[in-house]
């Protein structure tokens, strides 16, 4: 009788102990996933701000570093305030777990910011006042001072950077004496409540976009440093020519900047 004895003691500390293994993996796999989405969420923060330099998007940096734990990202994206990633992974096989994390842009990144209020859009320029209403269609004329610098007014992507092409305005074939040569611009698109809205800066120093590493495609947070203002283009005086549209442009545009911006 001893020895069925010991054998069915034996299997019966098999049969109890691999639920303790499987759930003792379960967990292991849970915290590696979760340990994983805090990582990729990070890393996905920092290359929005352009803390880490990447030759891709913060989500394929999310993507490097999941896999360095040996989990997959099902989903990456920026919040709607473009401020933050929030990035879901999932373990691979054996074990398979999910987690989420949310990681908040390193915003001191930037010394220079523009508060963002509480819709997520941010005044565009270091002084919150205007040197022109409406004109060319709903654009304003936003006034500067000091180094001028103007800001992203929401979360998006650059799409333009640089001299905007257009000929010499109908006032400065009035004022000759206005035109400074090429107009340089930044266009940046924004999604915002289910639609798309371009942005766009114009009369800027040339070189300030390469300053603050402004190009087509870089991702911008709102509030971030995106160039100075200058006095390219048609210009009497030092300010930034702002514009809000339904389409990718940077002149006559469509939509009310104070609906977004507030007054000033």
């Known amino acids: 009788m001893s020895v069925p004895i010991m054998v069915a ?13 499987v759930a003792s993996g379960s967990l292991e796999a849970k915290h590696r996933a979760a340990n994983a989405a805090d990582a990729a969420a990070l890393a996905a923060a920092d290359a929005m701000t352009g803390w880490i330099e990447v030759g891709s998007t913060p989500c394929d940096l999310a993507e490097q570093v999941a896999a360095a734990s040996n989990a997959k990202v099902l989903e990456c994206s920026a919040d709607p305030a473009e401020v933050g990633m929030k990035v879901t992974v999932r373990t691979e096989p054996p074990i398979v777990a999910e987690a989420k994390a949310y990681a908040a842009a390193e915003r001191s990144a930037w010394t220079d910011m523009s508060p963002v209020g509480e819709n997520g859009w941010a005044w565009p320029s270091n002084v919150r006042g205007i040197s022109q209403g409406f ?5 304003i004329d936003l006034a500067v001072s000091g180094s001028g610098t103007l800001y992203a007014p929401f979360g998006g992507v650059v799409v333009r950077a640089g001299p905007d092409g257009g000929g010499i305005p109908e006032a400065c074939e009035t004022h000759p004496n206005w035109w400074r040569g090429q107009n340089y611009t930044v266009l940046i698109r924004h999604e915002y409540q289910g639609e798309v809205v371009y942005s766009s800066h114009n009369h800027l120093v040339p070189s300030s976009l390469e300053q603050w590493g ?3 495609g870089t991702r911008v947070s709102a509030g971030q440093p995106v160039a100075e203002a200058g006095m390219s283009g048609c210009t009497s005086g030092l300010h930034t020519h702002f514009t809000l549209s339904s389409k990718p ?13 507030g007054p000033p």
Do not use: Q, R
């Open 9 to 21: 003691c034996s299997a019966a500390a098999l049969c109890l102990g691999l639920p303790v293994l």
């Open 249 to 261: 442009i940077n002149a006559f545009p469509d939509l009310n900047p104070y609906k977004y911006l």
């Open 135 to 139: 004109h060319d269609g709903l654009a």
């Open 214 to 216: 402004i190009s087509p």
